[in-house]
C-alpha cells in the first residue's frame, strides 16, 4: 500500500477534526507534488494567480500542467476551481469529471461538485455526491448533518 493509500484509510477512520485536517493535508501534499521541478513552478503560479483572483492567468497555466501531465488530477482540480470561480460552472463540472477519474477519492472535487449542484438546486444530485465524500470522509465535519439537511428536504418534498 502506497502512502496515499494509507493515508485514504487513515481518513476513512478519523473522527476528530484535527486530525481529519492533518490528513487531508498530507493528501494535499502528495497531490500538489508533480515529480517535475518546472511543473511544481507552473502549477505554484497557477495557485498565485489563484489566490490573486486572476482566473484566466490562473486558468493558461493550470491548462499547461494538464497539457504536460494529463494524468495528474490536481491539474485537473485547480483549473475546475478557477473556472467555478470565474463563473463558468459547465467548464468547472467536466474538469472535476477529469480530477474524479484520475482520483475517484478526491475529497476537495467532490466538495466542489456538491457546492456546484447544490447552487444549481440538484438536492438529489448534491446528496449522491455527499454521500460519495462520506464513503472517503465520514467524520468530515458538518458532512452528516448536511447529508441529513438534504434527506429531510427531499423527503418533505416527496409526494
Not at 114 to 134: F, P, Q, S
Request: proline share 4%; net charge negative; with cysteine.
Amino acid at each position: 500500500m502506497n502512502n496515499l493509500d494509507e493515508l485514504f484509510a487513515q481518513l476513512r477512520t478519523a473522527t476528530a477534526p484535527l486530525e481529519i485536517e492533518a490528513l487531508q493535508n498530507g493528501i494535499w501534499h502528495i497531490w500538489l507534488a508533480t515529480g517535475d521541478q518546472a511543473l511544481d513552478k507552473q502549477l505554484e503560479a497557477g495557485m498565485r494567480a489563484l489566490a490573486a483572483d486572476d482566473y484566466s492567468r490562473a486558468i493558461a497555466d493550470f491548462t499547461h500542467l494538464i497539457e504536460a501531465r494529463p494524468d495528474l488530477p490536481e491539474g485537473w482540480n485547480k483549473r475546475a476551481t478557477a473556472y467555478y470561480l470565474r463563473g463558468e460552472y459547465r467548464a468547472s463540472l467536466l474538469d472535476i469529471a477529469e480530477t474524479l477519474r484520475r482520483e475517484p477519492r478526491h475529497f476537495g472535487a467532490l466538495s466542489g461538485w456538491a457546492t456546484i449542484l447544490r447552487m444549481l438546486g440538484d438536492d438529489k444530485g448534491t446528496l449522491r455526491v455527499l454521500e460519495r465524500l462520506a464513503r472517503v470522509c465520514p467524520h468530515l465535519p458538518g458532512l452528516q448533518s448536511q447529508m441529513r439537511d438534504l434527506q429531510e428536504r427531499l423527503s418533505d418534498e416527496a409526494p
